[in-house]
């Protein structure tokens, strides 16, 4: 089955800084790769995906890049904000499946500090 | 639309006692899934259905039993709890698309402790 790797586990930066996570994946059939943010006491709630024809996607401050080739994606972040704050988690699809069974990584606590 | 929604929002259980969460979305959606939230651990499925009647194992299935008589509706059963299933439970939906993925919406949570 799909194994996903997630760094760091914690991520510390200062308001204005940029934060990278990166993820890796298992399965080469995979080709669904989304991000969930989660704040404290919520839901997780998807804020960006990127699916494998594609090697980067951007939506204002945030952007995820894909390399297939080194099963790796990571998500990046621009001039951080306070209400950036939160778990983030990276996930891929048990490989070959055209439905929504993931496997997600272990979450990155991300703490911005004014 | 409500979304998807989830009761009880907390609930404190003995060893041994069964109980059933509560799972309804109102998106029409086929997929559904149960994963648990423990610390430092991620979201791990525990089971999932791709519609009404059919439902299949996801990685953390021993303890827990589902069923799907409606689209609308996926309870997850506890049928004999034990502090190891301390945790936090999230449903969640998503349309299903031949070759294709779709966004996952998750429910708020339910935060169980067994004593």
């Known amino acids: 089955g799909e194994n996903v790797e997630q760094h760091p586990s914690t991520l510390s930066v200062q308001e204005g800084d940029s934060a990278v996570i990166k993820c890796t994946y298992s399965?080469?059939?995979?080709?669904?790769f989304p991000w969930y943010k989660q704040e404290l006491g919520k839901r997780p709630q998807l804020i960006i995906d990127?699916?494998?024809?594609?090697g980067e996607k951007k939506d204002q401050r945030i952007a995820v890049t894909l390399n297939k080739t080194a099963k790796h994606f990571s998500l990046h972040i621009t001039e951080t904000q306070p209400e950036d704050s939160a778990v983030y988690f990276c996930a891929a699809p048990k490989g070959g499946t055209s439905y929504g069974k993931l496997t997600f990584g272990q979450g990155t606590i991300l703490t911005v500090h004014p | 639309n409500a979304g998807v929604t989830q009761t009880p929002k907390f609930q404190v259980l003995k060893t041994g006692q069964s109980m059933t969460l509560q799972c309804a979305q109102d998106?029409?959606?086929?997929?559904m899934s149960w994963y648990r939230q423990d610390p430092g651990m991620g979201l791990r499925l525990i089971h999932y259905s791709v519609g009404a009647g059919i439902t299949d194992q996801g990685e953390v299935p021993n303890g827990y039993n589902v069923s799907r008589s409606t689209t609308e509706d996926f309870p997850l059963r506890l049928l004999s709890a034990a502090p190891s299933q301390t945790s936090v439970y999230f449903c969640a939906s998503s349309a299903l698309a031949a070759g294709t993925y779709n966004e996952q919406f998750f429910g708020p949570g339910t935060r169980l402790t067994v004593l």
């Open positions: 399965d080469s059939a995979s080709n669904y």
């Open positions: 990127i699916r494998s024809n594609v």
């Open positions: 998106m029409n959606h086929e997929y």
